[in-house]
T-cell receptor
């Protein structure tokens, strides 16, 4: 099955700096890669996703890049703000069951004002 | 609030108790899920239901028993749990036909097993 590894487990940045979180996956057939944000005590929510037919996708201050050859994808947050502080999860589905996602272990991002 | 609602939000139970977690989605989705979230571990998929049919049981112990009476409701029946089962249990739903893969999560039920 799919194996998703996520780094770093914790990340502390100064407000205004950029943050990068990386994930690797094992199943070369995976073709959809979402990122979820979970604020303290709240539900995980999708913030951005990318499909394997593109290498990069951007939505305002967040972007995701995908390297299919190397089997890794990254979340980039620019001009970080305190409200970006949360736990971020990457995920990848298995090929045979699009409903079955393997999640990374999460990155706790702390943006210091 | 519309979306995915879970009850109870907090539950404390002894190892011999029987309790149930409830999930309801108001999004018209046809797939529902149970995930387990433990500290410092990835989200673990437990069960998947598509159109009320269970399509995935991710090697979950039989002390967890899911029930999906219709496409809007999902239950997780708990019986003779262990302290290591203490975790946040998240329900989610998605619309499989859209093939977007986006999961809509509930707020979770925080379970403590004494």
């Amino acid at each position: 099955g799919e194996n998703v590894e996520q780094h770093p487990s914790t990340l502390s940045v100064q407000e205004g700096d950029s943050a990068v979180i990386k994930c690797t996956y094992s199943d070369s057939a995976s073709n959809y890669f979402p990122w979820y944000k979970q604020e303290l005590g709240k539900r995980p929510q999708l913030i951005i996703d990318i499909r394997s037919n593109v290498g990069e996708k951007k939505d305002q201050r967040i972007a995701v890049t995908l390297n299919k050859t190397a089997k890794h994808f990254s979340l980039h947050i620019t001009e970080t703000q305190p409200e970006d502080s949360a736990v971020y999860f990457c995920a990848a589905p298995t090929l045979y069951n699009f409903n079955k996602f393997y999640f990374g272990s999460g990155t706790k991002l702390n943006v210091k004002p | 609030e519309t979306g995915v609602t879970q009850t109870p939000r907090h539950l404390v139970m002894g190892m011999t108790n029987k309790k149930s977690l409830k999930c309801e989605q108001h999004l018209g989705h046809n797939a529902m899920y149970w995930y387990k979230q433990s500290a410092k571990k990835p989200l673990e998929l437990m069960f998947v239901y598509n159109f009320k049919e269970q399509t995935e049981n991710n090697s979950v112990p039989s002390r967890f028993s899911p029930e999906c009476p219709n496409s809007s409701h999902l239950f997780l029946h708990l019986h003779t749990l262990q302290p290591e089962d203490s975790a946040l249990y998240l329900c989610a739903s998605s619309q499989e036909s859209q093939n977007t893969g986006e999961l809509f999560f509930g707020e979770g039920s925080r379970l403590t097993v004494l």
